[in-house]
């Protein structure tokens, strides 16, 4: 048997794609994720999340599958028994899979379910964490401009001169590990780490490595029309309508800061691969779970059924194993989370237990033009009436929630129409988003990369609506259930047997209830009994 690769999955939370500066951004400060797709890796400039929040993110990834298919589309709502990951599929076929409990995929509340996706779980909290922001109370008073902004600015680092958190001690830990690796086993190793997701704050040098002037443009909410409700809502509850350019600046560097402190662990722990003699011998994945507003629309953090770029466009880096062919640099090719799925179960040469939806990347890897998909979709939202499905409800809603950052959030997701379920389309130029309630939105990417301007009611784009809302329930039609691959019974060993017991001789009893027990199928059942009984006639 040739000699499987280790499979290496580096997922920080809430990285936007266009937090890379080899993806364009002018102000990032990411040389290890740039140099690793300059020479060794292939980085997907149009890679897409399946939802824009953690938990239903996280079930799609590990299981190729789309959240409607079994329900995971809220944070509350993981995985449970009967189904399985990519961490325990390759587990069950002899790798040893270590993670850390940054988790967000099984449900806790089911004793030991958690711990089979895994040989080994470090669990954080061992290490001394670093000291808090500067700023002793960074939110400020209910009612301030800051006190839903998740910004919390610049950290105050330890007498050695450091911050040290909990992403640096799961680095630390995966590294530990790389360095006593079982022998003779393939390794799985997960780290699900935390930056740059809110709150934002950020130690030096991170702080001020981001030059302010640098920053893109920011796409304002003035700027937009058409958008959807939620995110009016959201900004009416959050209240920074003072919040200036400048202060939307802050924000967005100190998230640069923690994207660049992600590229620093992320190049630590290629290094450990390296002096450990096994970084070519590793299939090694690079992506996020989802991106964040970070200032764009006038809003910070993330939003569970709003579809723009920043929150749907994530970074996805693949570098294969040495022998395999690569062709290393960016591609435009569409690809989808799911994706991620497919190609790592490819690599490690182990055939999915259930059907899935991820396609391969293994054909981009080799041509950088390659192309496996035509169109890219993401949902999110709830039914009305599903109240169950929303975060104030699950908080407790009413006046104590206020207090929470995620509270304008958890307050918007309580209108029906805010939180309508929702699912976007996103082809080679159009991004269509198909909603239950409230207005549907379609906008060019070529012309309006920002999509600013809702294209819904433009007669000029009649025939590309069409066109997207076939293809919305294609893709719907094709992925709306999966059918497992073992099969069921129709009928109890007690209900076959009285089907066949008028025509068992007493002396066949013992050798026909056998041949039940044994699983023999009804049709050979009955052909059997059949013939036993044409023996018992004259």
């Known amino acids: 048997m040739a000699k499987r690769p280790h499979i290496i999955i580096f997922n920080p939370d809430e990285m936007r794609s266009s937090a890379l500066a080899h993806l364009g951004n002018p102000a990032a400060v990411t040389p290890n994720l740039d140099a690793f797709a300059a020479s060794e890796a292939v980085s997907f400039r149009n890679a897409y999340c399946q939802n824009p929040v953690c938990v239903p993110s996280r079930c799609s990834f590990f299981t190729g599958l789309y959240p409607h298919v079994h329900g995971h589309r809220t944070m509350s709502h993981l995985l449970r028994p009967g189904e399985t990951t990519l961490l325990k599929e390759l587990k069950d076929a002899g790798y040893y899979v270590w993670m850390n409990d940054r988790n967000d995929l099984t449900a806790g509340q089911v004793p030991g379910w958690t711990e089979i996706h895994a040989d080994e779980i470090y669990y954080g909290g061992q290490e001394k964490q670093g000291p808090g922001p500067e700023n002793p109370e960074p939110r400020g008073e209910p009612g301030g401009k ?45 780290l699900g780490l935390t930056y740059p997701h809110a709150p934002y704050r950020v130690e030096e040098p991170y702080f001020s490595a981001i030059d302010r002037a640098k920053l893109p443009p920011r796409i304002r909410a003035s700027d937009c029309t058409g958008k959807a409700k939620i995110l009016s809502e959201i900004r009416k509850y959050a209240g920074m309508d003072d919040y200036t350019d400048a202060d939307w600046d802050e924000l967005r560097a100190v998230y640069q800061g923690m994207c660049m402190k992600i590229d620093a662990q992320f190049g630590r722990l290629m290094a450990a691969l390296k002096e450990a003699g096994i970084y070519d011998d590793c299939a090694i994945f690079f992506f996020s779970d989802h991106g964040d507003f970070a200032g764009d629309y006038d809003l910070p953090e993330k939003c569970q059924n709003s579809f723009e770029d920043c929150l749907t466009r994530v970074p996805f880096l693949i570098k294969p194993p040495k022998g395999t062919v690569v062709d290393p640099g960016i591609s435009d090719s569409l690809t989808e989370l799911v994706d991620f799925y497919a190609t790592a179960m490819e690599f490690a040469g182990v055939a999915p237990s259930h059907t899935h939806f991820g396609r ?176 018992k006639k004259p």
């Open 146 to 190: 800051n006190y839903y902004s998740h910004y919390e600015g610049k950290l105050k680092l330890d007498e050695r001169g450091v911050n040290y958190n909990g992403d640096d001690e799961v680095v630390d830990a995966a590294i530990a590990c790389i360095r006593d690796l079982p022998e003779e086993q393939p390794l799985c190793m997960f």
């Open 360 to 535: 391969s990347l293994r054909p981009v890897l080799a041509d950088r033009g390659a192309k496996v998909r035509n169109y890219a979709f993401c949902e999110g939202g709830r039914q009305p009436g599903e109240t169950h499905c929303d975060e104030y409800h699950l908080e407790g809603g009413g006046v104590a929630s206020t207090v929470t950052p995620y509270w304008p959030k958890q307050r918007a997701q309580s209108d029906d129409e805010a939180h309508a379920k929702g699912i976007m389309i996103r082809g080679a130029r159009y991004k269509y988003i198909s909603r239950t309630l409230g207005d549907d939105e379609l906008y060019d990417l070529r012309e309006d990369p920002g999509e600013t301007t809702n294209r819904i009611q433009d007669p000029a784009l009649a025939d590309v609506l069409t066109q997207m809302r076939l293809e919305m329930l294609k893709w719907l039609q094709a992925t709306d259930d999966v059918v497992p691959f073992d099969h069921d019974a129709r009928f109890t060993p007690e209900m076959l047997w009285a089907r066949v017991r008028g025509m068992v001789p007493p002396e066949k009893t013992d050798e026909v209830k056998q041949m039940i027990a044994d699983g023999i199928n009804f049709p050979m059942l009955m052909h059997y009994c059949r013939e036993l009984a044409g023996q």
